[in-house]
């Protein structure tokens, strides 16, 4: 089936939809390096430019629409404007994008979006609901489900809401979690540069557990990490991030690491700094999460 794919970063969900057998026709992001990155390990390449600025008209068919939309508007730690910031509205570019394949005779039969967690409470459900009418408006069933990654194979917390969105009308079911075994130690780097270990200063700072009326524990070497962030180069606390203890002392995790708790196979290209680097791992989605949605997707749809 072909996809096109909207925010596609540095394609952490398009590599779950290629693993499963899907063809990528058409990708955008506006952030260069995460185009260059995408670049350098699909076939396809990623238009870059900002998707307001994109004629529609564009877009070749495809039968999946995909992309997590910018979640800053709907984040627990962004303001909770919802709608009324304007990067809230790209949810709308995505319905204009959905009505223009319609006008040309051509809708997509699956769209699958995906947000942070706090998207199905804002506003007190107000946000959600106006999106699945529109949704629906477009002859949508919609399916959200909230999953973890740490039930599908890696050993990272981290909750995002999916939309699964048919035009069939079947009853969606998301794939069931796994067991998970493996832990951060497991996936380790073994003798990083001295760069990324920790100087006994910001080692104080780091393990602080927070100040004034903020409180929060700060531990390292977790078994299953906490959450990677797009700041994380900027290194917080460590009630924030993830911090590991290896012979020569502490340290905060490599790139390489980070794209491993998100599911990325060994042979994806890391050409970017390492802030980049971390901003684009720490905003993609898992992998293995988007790989068993998408299969599962193409199972029941198949089925069908
Ligand atoms: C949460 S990230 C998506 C990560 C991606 N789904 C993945 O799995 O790797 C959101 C992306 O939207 C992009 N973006 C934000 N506003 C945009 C716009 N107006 N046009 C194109 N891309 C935009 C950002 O550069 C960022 O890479």
Redesign the pocket.
Known sequence: MRVA???????????GFVKAGYDIVWS????KY?VQT?NLNFNHPAVC??????DLNDIPEHDVL??????QPFSMMGKEQGFSDH?GT?FF?VMEIINNQRERGHQPRIVVL?NVRNLMTHDKGRTFAVMKQELEKLEYHVFPANLNSADYGVPQTRNRVFLVCLMDDIKYIFPAPERNEKKVQDILEQNVKDKYFLSERILKTIMSNGTGGYYAKSEIDLPIARPLT?TMAKMHRACQDNYVTQEKGVRRLTPRECARL?GFPETFKIEVSDAQAYK??G?????NV?YAIAKSILEQVENE
């Open positions: 794919s909207l925010f596609c970063g540095c394609g952490g969900l398009d590599m955008n992001d506006f952030d995460a995408y430019g900002d998707i307001n600025k994109i995909i992309g997590g939309f910018p979640c990067r790209l570019k995906e797009a998100q684009q791992f905003n993609a989605v898992t992998v988007s």
